[in-house]
């Protein structure tokens, strides 16, 4: 059980750590760039930087709500 | 309450830092909200990482884990124990009420 927890958090940790340098490398490094450099290919364009972020804000937001209604709903019916 | 203020400071240095950028035009307009989701997107990375290292460190005690099994089992079982005469109890009141009405109950 414990390797599981394990792999868990090591998993968790490997994903936060690629999306931080990833992340990072692509809205503070790339513009340091020539923009002929063929780096620029594996990045988006940098207003997609922007997009994302606040389109997966918004969507877990829009997850919390419904989540909240969801379960305010359920414990009324069932008081009712 | 000193902490608060800390950060609050940092906050304020880091905007005006980037404000200070923004209307010199060394950084265009159009990317105005670039540091603020950068900060929060990386603030989202670190709780993630916090979470991730405290899942891989967590201690799980092996003996106090069979311990507290052990005593699972020891409650399950009195559980058991306690239904079982409360249910024999019944048994005998119920044959006693009926033997009162004259039924005949024929036990075994």
């Given at each position: 059980?414990?390797?599981?927890?394990?792999?868990?958090?090591?998993?968790?940790?490997?994903?936060?750590?690629?999306i931080f340098s990833y992340y990072t490398f692509w809205v503070i490094a790339?513009?340091?760039?020539?923009?002929?450099?063929?780096?620029?290919?594996?990045?988006?364009?940098?207003?997609?930087?922007?997009?994302?972020?606040?389109?997966?804000g918004v969507a877990l937001i829009c997850f919390l709500c419904m989540f909240i209604g969801y379960v305010t709903l359920k414990s009324k019916k069932k008081k009712a | 309450m000193k902490h608060i203020v800390k950060i609050m400071a940092v906050v304020v240095a880091i905007s005006a830092f980037w404000v200070g950028l923004l209307q010199t035009s060394i950084v265009s307009q159009d990317y105005t909200w670039l540091?603020?989701?950068?900060?929060?997107?990386?603030?989202?990375?670190?709780?993630?990482?916090?979470?991730?290292?405290?899942?891989?460190?967590?201690?799980?005690?092996?003996?106090?884990?069979?311990?507290l099994q052990q005593v699972l089992y020891l409650r399950f079982y009195y559980n058991l124990l306690l239904y079982v005469i409360v249910l024999d109890e019944d048994i005998l009141e119920a044959k006693d009420f009926l033997k009162q009405r004259d039924v005949d109950v024929g036990s075994d």
């Open positions: 059980m414990e390797s599981a927890d394990r792999a868990v958090g090591f998993l968790l940790s490997l994903i936060s750590l690629s790339l513009p340091l760039f020539y923009t002929d450099h063929f780096v620029h290919k594996y990045f988006l364009p940098r207003e997609y930087a922007i997009i994302i972020p606040v389109f997966a | 540091l603020p989701i950068y900060f929060i997107v990386s603030l989202g990375c670190y709780g993630l990482l916090m979470v991730g290292i405290g899942l891989m460190q967590f201690p799980t005690c092996p003996q106090e884990a069979l311990l």
